[in-house]
């Protein structure tokens, strides 16, 4: 991995991305924030199960750290999502696996669609510059560095217990990758104070802009999402890219949906 693969003419299909889009959304219909009818029809018990779910497959900081499921005594200190749902055991979780399993692992409709048009943005350009298994690899390489840097910094207090789900950590690793390789590539971004007005923008303007955000949300300590997951995320795809191919060099980029160069 000492060098870059070198662009073609052809666009190659971006499989990878396409597969993980499709693995993500199945995983979300198949659980108890999708369709499955299994976990019911209520939304309280869909609810209690969703709970559940993430305790079983999110990644928890404390059991990252120490290897092993919440003890009795760390659920108790959980409070219940629910009246009469309280926190379960998860005997036999192995926490290394669930760091993995909770990059595939979403909370609700528009977690999910926000990570999947992130991914579909400017997943397929970083794909095609750096190959379908080195891609594969850095997309779960960052997603890893993500959630156990958050564990390290969410080592105490309610944050080390709470589950911790979404390919946000990853995704914001291929958006730092896509900034290293394409800063000068034009992107479509909706301006709110223009009433959501698509405009185009330097690529280095867009994620630059979105990481500022990130660092400021996670300096604040905005309670209900992990930002300083995606400012640790981003900021390793993009050293790592940096790394990998500071004697290569980078012509424009392939046009993808939404980022053009």
């Known amino acids: 991995m000492d060098r870059l693969m070198p662009p073609t003419r052809a666009q190659p299909v971006p499989l990878v991305c396409y597969v993980l889009i499709a693995v993500n959304c199945l995983v ?11 976990y ?6 869909r609810a209690c199960a969703a709970q559940h779910y993430q305790q079983r497959w999110g990644a928890i900081p404390a059991e990252l750290l120490t290897d092993r499921p919440l003890t009795p005594a760390q659920l108790t200190r959980l409070a219940p999502v629910l009246p009469g749902c309280p926190p379960q055991s998860t005997p036999g979780k192995l926490p290394a696996v669930s760091a993995v399993s909770a990059l595939f692992v979403h909370g609700g409709w528009l977690h999910l669609l926000g990570n999947m048009l ?15 298994s080195r891609f594969l690899l850095f997309y779960l390489a960052a997603g890893l560095l993500a959630t156990y840097g958050y564990a390290l910094t969410a080592h105490s207090g309610a ?12 995704i914001a690793g291929v958006l730092g990758g896509y900034l290293r390789l394409y800063p000068k590539a034009r992107v479509t971004a909706l301006v709110p104070v223009l009433f959501f007005l698509p ?7 867009v994620l630059g802009l979105w990481f500022a955000v990130q660092w400021w949300s996670a300096r604040r300590g905005e309670p209900g999402v992990a930002y300083l997951a995606h400012v640790i995320g981003f900021a390793g795809g993009f050293l790592a890219l940096w790394a990998l191919g500071r004697r290569a060099r980078y012509p424009d980029p392939i046009p993808q949906p939404g980022a053009t160069p």
């Open 28 to 38: 979300f219909l198949a659980g108890p924030s999708g369709v499955n009818p299994a």
């Open 40 to 45: 019911g029809t209520r939304p309280a018990a």
């Open 118 to 132: 992130f991914l579909f943005v400017f997943g397929p350009a970083v794909e095609q510059r750096l190959g379908r």
């Open 159 to 170: 944050q080390a217990l709470r589950p911790l789900v979404g390919a946000s950590g990853a």
């Open 199 to 205: 405009l185009r923008f330097p690529a280095w303007l």
